[in-house]
């Protein structure tokens, strides 16, 4: 997957929705292929940046050393899991074989994670989405999504009508200009009588 690289750091310097410094080792048939690596990590749309920390412990936020695009993306609480207390771990569906265990620094900041990340998914917003849109269509009758104003018009609030229900409830409903009066025909030799402007 090719990416816009200046448009990811700028994302990547934006407000964060989570972020943290957390540890993560990269698993695969079940063994760490290196010791676990201590990063800086930012949760933004959906995507996961992480940035290195140098020996200080100064983190170098110039430039992301990488990011985890979280579509189609597993995410699971870990227990058990040597050599840390609190972690969880990241998988894709396409790879299988391969996993990321993260590991923070309490119970509590991973399940923040985990939710956070969860929620972030464009499969996720699709998802309920649908089922907002559902409960609006029992509700009202109506279908939010088809329910949209022709080019120039605006979307106004306006009462259902008695036949549609409850009086009371409300909807959005683009509401209907007026129609222009007709036009009407006159004689020819009348027209050098009419004003101009009532043509």
Known sequence: MRFNNKEMVHIS?????????????KMSNGYT???FKERWFRLKYNLLF??????????????????????????RLENNMPGTLFSFSLSFKDEPDKKYIISSQSEDHVHQWIKCIQ????EYMRTRMTSIQKKIVELTGRDPL???????????????????GDGGDLFFNPPTDPLPPPRHKHDADKTADLNLIEL
């Open 50 to 75: 992480y940035f290195k920390i140098n020996g200080f412990g100064q983190v170098d936020l110039h430039q992301p050393a990488g990011v985890f695009v979280l579509e189609n993306s597993i995410v």
């Open 13 to 25: 310097h934006s407000n964060p929705v989570l972020e943290g410094r957390m540890s993560y080792a």
């Open 146 to 164: 088809l329910m949209y104003p022709e080019e120039g018009k605006k979307i106004g609030r306006t009462k259902r009508s008695a036949a549609d």
């Open 33 to 35: 292929s290196k010791g």
């Open 119 to 122: 929620s972030s998914t464009y």
